[in-house]
């Protein structure tokens, strides 16, 4: 595809992809299983080192296969998008080894001591972890607020000079709360305060955070965007191309998060899928979400597609559908949670989220066990909290199962 041309539809964004010329016509992206690329001649690799010629060096710096599916996403969380210029939106991309390493790689791509980071409860657990009991020890503290009162947050900007990053995730587990991109993008402006957002549980199928004007956004590809649950994986993309093949781009070398070719190849398969995967997911969610809110052995369901949620408005008018993530608490408390999980058939327990096959887990029980009640319940986990990744079966099997499963806990 020329660059100037521009597809009717993301489906077909999603299936054409980066799509780079290969070696021997191969039609699919092959695995460039390498560490290293060979130079014809000193001045040649002279000129790759200074960047005067595009070309290859080390895998850690960069390799065909993951560049080509980090191109692919990029194309996609930008499609349709335009610049400040009128001009198609680029974004670049890199892939990581995992979501973390993504979340990493763009933190300390723009925070140094001194810096502070204003974000919201409910961050995934690595973000919370990293945010709070890693960074404070290189000097960077953050800071947390709720995003819907927007004057608190205004007050908090104005206090705290030192805010450098606004980090969101929308929506945002367990209780899938959603934030107003555009409202909190117009407020960092006034400040100038770089916005970044945990863009997983969305893909760009779902949700464009850059429509909105934020700077950055990564996700965990290990999820819907490989969405076969095959490998662990992470991509930051960002709109400063400039300061993406520099600064991030170091960091990115420096702290050796790359992909493997394998890995890479992998979601490059997932990719092509997205949109008609996303579309099953979400109607399926859709179709559980209002099952579980009439059950008499749930006393709530928290899913953003359903209309009584605080953000279903919100959401609807910001992501093309709810999303398949959910979570639900039983009636029946810890002890029905585990009755639950143990008398599923065809859902699947275990912890993740965006795989073809539906995965359900009980926090309390398992991945918050070793946190104490009382800050466990602080975040949203109760004792009989389910959290449902809604996969592709066809739902009547999953309603089946979910009935039998639920009469179980009463
Ligand atoms: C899984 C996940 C991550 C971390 O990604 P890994 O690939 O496990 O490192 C970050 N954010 C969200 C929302 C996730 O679900």
Known sequence: MKPEEQYCDFSTQAVHGGRYLHGEHA???????????????????????????????YSRFGNPTTAEAADAIAKLEAFGLKDEKGDPLELSALLHSSGQSAMVTMFLSNLKAGDKVLTHYSLYGGTHEFLFDFLPGLGIQSLITDFKKIEETENLLMQNPEIKIIHIESPANPTMDCTDLQAVVTLAKKFQVLVTVD???????????????????????????????????????????????????????????????????????????????????????????????????????????????????LSQRQMRHAGAVMSFELAAGLEGGRKFIDALRICVRAVSLGTADTLVSHPASMSHSGMKREDRIKSGITDGLIRMSVGLEDPNDLLQDLRQALSATI
């Not at 014809?40 to 290859?56: I, K, L, S, V």
């Open 27 to 57: 039609h699919s992206a092959p695995i460039y299983a390498t560490s290293t690329f060979t130079f014809d001649n000193a001045e040649q690799g002279m000129n790759r080192f200074a960047g005067n010629e595009n070309g290859f060096i």
């Open 199 to 313: 863009n997983t549980f969305s893909t760009p199928y779902l949700q464009q955070p850059f429509r909105f004007g934020v700077d950055f956004v990564f996700h965990s590809t290990t999820k819907f965007l490989n969405g076969h649950g095959n490998t662990i994986g992470g991509v930051l993309i960002g709109k400063d191309k400039a300061f993406m093949k520099s600064i991030v781009n170091r960091i990115h070398k420096l702290l050796g998060g790359n992909s493997s070719p394998f890995d890479a190849f992998l979601l490059l398969q997932g990719l092509k899928t997205l949109p008609i995967r996303m579309e099953k997911h979400c109607s399926n969610a859709k179709i559980i979400a209002k099952f579980l809110s009439e059950h008499p052995a749930v006393s709530k369901v928290n899913f953003n597609g359903l209309p009584d949620h605080p953000d279903y408005v």
